[in-house]
């Protein structure tokens, strides 16, 4: 593995250890040229996954745009970071398991909001507001309406 510090090619692996969730293994590093430290993880990969995007552009998937992006959503709300990470490996491993090679951001989208809706309300709208492009607060309210239709009555 190489250095991200002084990009040197032979770095030593100190510690592995696997996650909390048995997903990954994750590794303490050494550089010896350096002296840096710095950690790895390492997952399964099913198979290479394609987004096709809105405008038919095609790109490889990147699980760390996914993890980003849900952050972003659940930005200063009371999640707790081990239940959003167990919801992005969910969602990983059901894209992979589609038995596609490639995945529209559309279906990824879905997925998303399915997860943030079960996970934090307030993450879930912020999330569909960019994901669904709101303009303007009418569209807020409209997507708020179909929320609180959708919603269980109080008891």
Avoid at 8 to 19: A, E, F, G, I, L
Wanted: hydrophobic share 35%; aromatic share 8%.
């Amino acid at each position: 593995m190489r250095c991200p510090f002084c990009g040197h090619d032979d770095t030593q692996v100190k510690d592995s250890r696997p996650t909390e969730d048995n997903t990954a293994i994750r590794r303490r590093r050494y550089c010896p040229n350096c002296g840096a430290r710095f950690t790895t993880f390492e997952r399964v990969q099913l198979r290479e996954l394609t987004v096709i995007k809105k405008n038919g552009q095609r790109t490889p998937f990147d699980r760390d745009k996914l993890a980003r992006s849900m952050e972003i959503a659940v930005r200063k709300r009371p999640v707790d970071p081990e239940r959003l990470e167990k919801a992005i490996n969910s969602i990983v491993r059901r894209l992979e398991s589609m038995g596609e090679q490639e995945v529209t951001s559309d279906s990824i989208g879905e997925l998303v909001m399915e997860s943030l809706a079960a996970i934090d309300q307030v993450a879930y709208v912020r999330f569909a507001s960019v994901y669904k492009n709101f303009r303007e607060a009418k569209d807020f309210e409209a997507f708020l309406g179909t929320l609180s239709e959708d919603a269980p009555p109080e008891r």
